[in-house]
């Protein structure tokens, strides 16, 4: 794909200085970009860049001051860095979109019904009965079981699992071997010891314009569904486990996990590697920290809770940083005995 | 497939009110089903969808009194949702061993030796000598390492891989994502800061009835095996480390990992997000809480710890709620050395 | 692969003591090895087996005794396990490197440079514009994206995922499941509550002689690099999150997470489930203790530091061995407050 710097300032509102037929078909840092790509420059500390860089056009910030003529057609916007980012939003979005077809050898399922635009890769399996929305992506290796139902312009990437049954909204983003739908982790346990498997029957339910990380897990409900709420961002290798319910538009960073049955509200913001138990409800707005371990509901929303097990933010960093100095304290509590046997002893001179 | 209120009956031991001849081919809630399906009734809350469901037949407990009349067939039970529960795992078991035959494309070695009734997915590899027991189920996009022997009716879901050598028992279940036998964390540091690999040349061992979750990770022993013994049962995202040995029905909670070398014993309890460091002994029945971390062995059966590190369950809770208090105690300190000061002044003033 | 005895001891620099010609083609334990096969005795305590062993060639140390003749052929070394381990390290490598082909089906394509004596197993998907060098192994079921370079002699375990644009270095090991190059976990918060993601248009670079377990993910830069630098040693379920940079022969232990933008130096060790929150510089050398969370930079190098928040390893040590004290010190200054109303009482009644 070849854009001229009139088509491009036409997308990021810029004002163009220089030859507006100029046209790029790359990226590259202002330093190091050639004939043919372009750059921007956010940071005026890096000018000098502008005056040798390779590059066809670069996209600079309106109030940067130029000390010499450069070759580059430039592209004036408010804000360099977002402006660059923005065209790349939107590129990357047209090259998905350019993803057509279906890659052979693939297995699509005779019961399959496929939408419009949309990509298979190759190796990838869509079993009996699946549904695929207009303009979905299946990267390679993928295996989409049986019944299950993804919408529109839903991006797959390789090496998902979605068992069987389970339903993915539209403008959904599933990284790279994540697994969605895998038994929940229910046991039953029997007099001698062992463990009778609980059949786990229900499914997961992605909503629309999630987005989940990649190695992450998120178990089927044992009955009803599993459900991941639209707009909520999972990141990587975070366990979600069965009959859990994460709210509209709630984060979870890296490793966190919530355990069975656990509802979290909207906007909760959980940090990495933390966990929580199993059948709490977890109130709107809440913000829990990194490495938390939360062991209670949380019914007030927009509480900030640490620690393991956690309890309020605020309060928890006073005890956290007392607790560094049980060592004077301890010494102090040694000098107050001291003090007070002299003074029992001084009264039985007296 | 067809079942008819009879032959359910039959199977759950249910008595039978209305038409014996009612058939069904699936399942549903009460409240959504339709002509041809089953669905249960536990909760008498929900008393009156029995009056409006469309479902053919519908499981009901033994006590469940109505105030009009049904056009389902009844089955009557002790308890609805436990007759439900077993008949779907009868009805998941059946539907599993209906899957046979080898989906094309997947590769399986000359060498390889398959049994009765197995099933091999579209993508997946079977390595060189490899055997698989009768009513194997092998799923889509799965890798079995050459050497790999995997026992009568387990069940390996989509890409999962078994690195060569290794050896999974029978009724076996592991989920998508997991690896069985990668390399152990083995390297010798040398003179110049950098590490030499120690080669890793043992196996894992997986005994009959585990059940292992999905992206979990199983290393190969260094030399010998590392060990999951039979009945245990282990969630997503696990880290077993290499040499380990994981006890008869022990059960490990999501994300939870343990280091190289250690014995868990049997029915040992792990939490989610424990962790346990190498070369230590878990004595059976020890029940060690969610997030702690366990640094020395536990040598007497059943006890229970919690904490980062991790000691006994009942004084860490009272340490825990006493460290919330710290605020309090120094101010009580305080208060003390005011005191004592004061009594001091005075004996001198005396 | 056959060898005799002459030519393993040339390999490990052994004496031979019996038929030099004696040949092997596998391994087994001293105790239930076969003929044909090269089995080794490093504890004395195991001396009876050296007696009783179908293995035709035995590796034992230089100070063996012996008390009955052997059948076996001995090779003799001062340390037989050493010698043990450094030919199977030379054998794996020599099983490795013969691994060669691409195996059907397979997807590679046609722009895709690929150099002497590689390897692709079946179900791999190699993308536009790769390059990959000399002797490289890509197990089965493998997927490389578009413009990925990997270097010599790298190995790919099944399963791997790399997204495109990502550079491998040399005698790189990327285990099974492995994620490189996900998009990094980046969201800007919308007025409604919502989040609009910001694009990850860097890449991952790892350099040579890097290790990398299985199920880890590590995600591409939002803009420039993600950077494994080399001999780095990454476990199993690791997360480095986006621009992250990890020293030369930096070691990171299962389940640990490296948040956005921070930047490990050199000969860090980092211990099992430890997190290190974004934007952070540790020192070279520094060790972070297992389940630590790390919440400051570390500049002094060679810093030890454990606990969640992590703090110096021996103070914290401290801390955490009295705030287990905590009930006796509660004790202790509810005794003093007595003795000290006592004292204040006395002090009236004079």
Redesign the interface.
């Known amino acids: 794909m070849q854009f001229t710097a009139a088509q491009i300032a036409m997308l990021i509102n810029a004002t163009i200085e220089g030859d507006a037929n100029a046209s790029v078909g790359s990226?590259g840092k202002i330093e190091e970009a050639q004939k043919g790509q372009l750059a921007f420059l956010a940071n005026p500390k890096y000018e000098d860049f502008l005056y040798t860089t390779g590059a066809s056009i670069v996209i600079i910030n309106a109030t940067q001051e130029l000390k010499q003529t450069v070759s580059a057609t430039l592209l004036r916007v408010p804000d360099a860095y977002t402006a660059f980012?923005t065209l790349?939003?939107k590129y990357?979005e047209m090259a998905t979109q350019q993803m057509t077809g279906i890659?052979e050898?693939s297995?699509i399922a005779k019961t399959a019904k496929l939408g419009q635009n949309i990509f298979v890769?190759?190796?990838s399996?869509i079993g009996e009965h699946v549904t695929l929305g207009n303009n979905v992506k299946i990267?390679?290796?993928?295996?989409i079981?049986d019944n299950v139902r993804i919408g529109d312009n839903t991006i797959i990437?390789?090496?998902v699992?979605v068992?069987h049954d389970c339903i993915v909204g539209k403008n959904v983003?599933i990284?790279?071997?994540t697994?969605v739908g895998?038994?929940g982790?229910g046991?039953a346990p029997q007099a001698d010891?062992?463990?009778k498997?609980?059949?786990q029957?229900g499914n997961v339910i992605v909503e629309d314009?999630v987005?989940i990380?990649?190695?992450?897990?998120i178990?089927r409900a044992t009955m009803g569904s599993t459900l991941i709420k639209s707009?909520a961002?999972l990141?990587?290798?975070i366990?979600i486990?069965h009959n859990v319910e994460v709210g509209?538009?709630t984060?979870i960073?890296?490793?966190a996990?919530v355990?069975g049955s656990t509802k979290l509200g909207?906007?909760v913001m959980i940090g990495?590697?933390a966990?929580i138990?199993g059948h709490l409800f977890i109130a709107d707005g809440a913000r829990i920290n990194?490495?938390s371990?939360v062991s209670k509901s949380i019914k007030t929303p927009n509480t900030a809770v640490t620690g393991?097990?956690a309890?309020d933010y605020t309060?928890?960093l006073?005890?956290?940083a007392?607790?560094?100095?049980?060592?004077d304290?301890?010494k102090?509590?040694k000098e107050?005995?001291k003090?007070?046997q002299q003074?029992?002893a001084?009264?039985v001179n007296l």
Chains 1, 2, 3 share one sequence.
Not at 139 to 143: G, R
Not at 322 to 327: D, E, K, V, Y
């Open positions: 990226f980012a790349l939003s990357q890659q050898p297995y890769g190759a190796f399996y990267f390679p290796n993928t295996f079981g990437h390789p090496g699992k068992y983003t990284h790279a071997g697994v895998s038994d982790f046991f010891g062992s463990f498997k609980v059949p029957i314009f987005e990380g990649a190695n992450a897990t178990d707009g961002k990141d990587n290798l366990q486990a509209n538009n984060v960073a890296a490793q996990g355990s909207n906007n990495g590697q966990g138990v990194a490495q371990g393991s097990p309890f309060s928890t006073r005890s956290q007392l607790s560094r100095n049980l060592p304290m301890e102090r509590i107050l005995e003090l007070v003074l029992l001084e009264k």
